[in-house]
Structure formats: C-alpha cells, structure tokens
C-alpha cells in the first residue's frame, strides 16, 4: 500500500486498478452528486476508462501529486478521495485541492482534517505558492470546511462545459453542468504560515 500521508483517524493511499468499484459506489449516491451533477452518477464504464486511469497517471504526471484514496485510519474502510495537484499551467506555484466523501463520513470533520493535512504537505512539502479550492455556491458544507482551514473566498464564476470535460472526476455523459455559479476560495504561503504559527503558538 502506498500511503501518501496519514492523519488521526485517517489514511491517503494512491489509488490502484482495483479500486473502481468504490470510486462508482461513491458517485452513486444523488446526495454525493447533488453539487457536481444535480445528483446524476458517474458510470462504471466512465469510472473503469476514465477516471480511475487519469488519477492512477497522475502520479508520474504531477510528480507524485494528485489522487488519493481515502480509508479509515483503524479500520481501512473507503470514505472517499482527496485531491492536490497543481492548479494550471499558467499559474505555476498554484495547487487546487479537492474532495469527495461518503455520506456516512459527512458531519464528522474529516473533511477538514484531510483538507489541512493536505494544506500541510502543500506549503510545507511541495513548495507550494498558494493553495485553491472550487465548490458549488450552494454547497454550504464544502465552503465551511474552506473557511475553516483559513482559506478565504475569493471569486463567484461559472464553469463551462469544456472545463469540465477536461475534469477527470466528471462524466460528460450522464450530465450537464449544476445550473449555478461556483465559487473559489484560495490561501497563500504566507497567511499558512501565520496560521500555523498561530496554531503552534
């Protein structure tokens, strides 16, 4: 198993071959996809041909950055993914930090706790110049974990249907874009560092 990073209660690990069946699993449910699709999943197919091998490449890709599963730190059981990659090509220093959880694993602030240890690795680590993360404006949940991990908001924006057909996580086919403006929050090195300090302090 190779584990990316491991918090208090939970474990990232690269995702592998035979993890297509938790990835459809998670998609699946109208809640989970409630923001991405309106509640439509993604297909097995799409998952098997698409997702799973663009997150397993991105590896080599974004030098070790990308995908990871998520597990339980005791148990090992699957609650969803986090994401660190970079950004875009233009924006280089940027990283865009992403997640999706399971239902049952909503509400216990693991979210948070991925989404800073993330944040951690990201300044820290890598090198990082500064940090973003996109969500649904009405995703109330998703902008509070953001805020809580001190990023601030930044801009409202909407995003096109070429955007996301260039996600690996969407599928194209079984949706159209939410109807709607998302939103994107971002943090820089040094606010990180501040809060750190403060944190440490």
Avoid at 19 to 41: C, I, K, N, W
Wanted: hydrophobic letters at 40%; charged letters at 25%; glycine letters at 12%.
């Amino acid at each position: 198993m190779d584990v990316f990073l491991e918090t208090r209660r939970l474990r990232l690990r690269r995702f592998t071959p035979g993890d297509g069946g938790r990835l459809f699993a998670l998609d699946s449910d109208p809640e989970v996809m409630r923001y991405l699709t309106g509640g439509v999943g993604t297909s097995h197919e799409h998952i098997e041909n698409e997702v799973l091998p663009a997150m397993i490449d991105a590896y080599d890709r974004y030098g070790g950055l990308g995908w990871w599963a998520a597990e339980t730190a005791g148990e090992g059981g699957f609650v969803g993914w986090f994401g660190l990659h970079p950004f875009d090509a233009t924006h280089p220093g940027e990283m865009e930090l992403g997640y999706r959880l399971r239902r049952e694993a909503w509400g216990r602030g693991l979210a948070t706790e991925g989404a800073l240890a993330l944040l951690a690795k990201a300044f820290e680590e890598f090198g990082a110049t500064r940090v973003v993360a996109q969500t649904y404006e009405e995703n109330a949940a998703s902008r509070r974990v953001l805020e809580k991990c001190g990023m601030q908001f930044v801009r409202s924006f909407r995003v096109g249907l070429p955007e996301l057909v260039a996600t690996p996580t969407y599928d194209a086919a079984a949706a159209e874009p939410f109807a709607g403006d998302d939103v994107e929050y971002a943090i820089d090195r040094g606010d990180w560092l501040r809060a750190r300090g403060a944190r440490e302090g």
